[in-house]
């Protein structure tokens, strides 16, 4: 192209030299004809000497002019030319990368078309497209292994249009919907192939568009008849789960309700529980009660330090003659349900009540060095309580009981004999001199042995009865405890103990240094 531009950019200087020269002739022929009629004028030789020099002036002038407007001319060709070319040379490039450009695009055309025609000959998936009207123009070799038709022989069993070929009854409101969206659409139907099998087909339906005008359909059916079984099958698996896990969920209330039940059957087993064990521990020590409920039985232990209470109301039978038998029984219920206060204090156990008798024993079941404090300390609470209850009485003019209690200590068999009505008893020489030591005592005082007395006599006052004589014992020495020394009492009377004692009684509990020699112990008389 700039070749062409040139040639003629060189045609132009050309013309423009050759209108030079010709004017320089011309100019030269004036100028001989202007001399040649001076010559023969009548007019004087200054005009003509005046002439030529004008002629002369304008024919240097003229030439140098028409030179000076020939370079100019020939400075805005060659600029022109110049320009022009660089554009050239610029659209130039500019083509060659555009054609570089189209030919990759070409090229990568080549090989996506060359690469989805492996694709739609090798896929699995029919391809089939539709021109923009729904016509059949062309199916790959998978839509004849999916249908078993080939694309000619489907087109003469069902037609040539998607829209009376198709299984599925919505699909014009499908594909419509493609179009109007500008997006493929997903539908699923059921299909019957050459051979009479059901088929299961899922289409991927996309419309193709040049510029704005629907172009093309492409379809893409894939085979999801296993896919289907596969969902029926899990299908029928959650159908069943769902009826086994109702069935659990049944179970599991009846289960829940069964368990609420037997929680309702425990808590009344519990509370029943509760009761016997209460009642059983009224009747029986806690380690004797275990036992029996473990082994069914219980075998007697022997105990090397106790210390035996007794206690006994005198004149009862005159009393019990003179009132109401069920007001005998009302104040002795009264009077024993105090002691047994009392002994809870101080970890006594008692042991049974025999008519008016109460007995109760200090270090059974569990074995302790403080019985014999412990047991005095009791018996002066029982007299105290029995002595203001009976002054009370006496201000209203009704008769109360007087009371006989007597304390030993000694050695003792202690447990559970028989098979029916457990009763935890004791046996013992120990035993006997007790009962002896209430039966020989001072009406509303707390008679003592000298065995008692031996470990009890740092801290109370006592008073000697001297020897007193036993039935079948012969002379037994015995002690009234008139209440507590004043370092180790709370109150005037001497009857309950201070902080003081209550501390002396903790040490010696669990210390054998309480004990007194044995040298100190008195030896009483066989029984």
Known sequence: MYKRWWGAATRLIMLICITFFCNVQLLAKVDSAVSNHLLYSSKDALNISGVKILSGIISGNLVWILALVLIILTSLAYILIKIYTRKLISKNKKLKKLLNKQKNELE????EIERLSIVARETENAITIFDSEGRIEWANDSFTKI???SINEYIDAFGDNIYASSYNKNIKEIIDKGIKNREAVIYDYKAITKNKRDIWIQTTLTPIYNSKKLYKLVAIDTDITQLKEMQKNLQNK?????EINSLLLKQKKDLQAAQEEMHLINEMLETEKKKSDTLLLNILPEITAEELKKHGKSEPRHYDKTTILFTDFANFSRTSKIRPFEEIIEELDYCFAAFDDIIEKYNIEKIKTMGDSYMCVGGIPKENNSNPIDLVLAGLEMANFINKERRRRDLSGSPFFSMRLGIHTGKLLAGVVGKKKFAYDVWGEAVNLARFMEISGKEDFVNISQATHSYIKEFFNCTSRGKIGIKHSGMVEMYLVNGLKEDYAADASGIFPNEKMLE???KIKN??????????????PEL
């Open 504 to 506: 002396e009684i903790e």
């Open 147 to 149: 249908y078993g038709y």
């Open 511 to 524: 210390s054998s240094g309480a004990s007194p020699r044995a040298a100190d112990i008195p030896l009483l």
């Open 238 to 242: 959650t159908n069943d789960f769902q």
């Open 108 to 111: 990568h055309a080549s090989k």
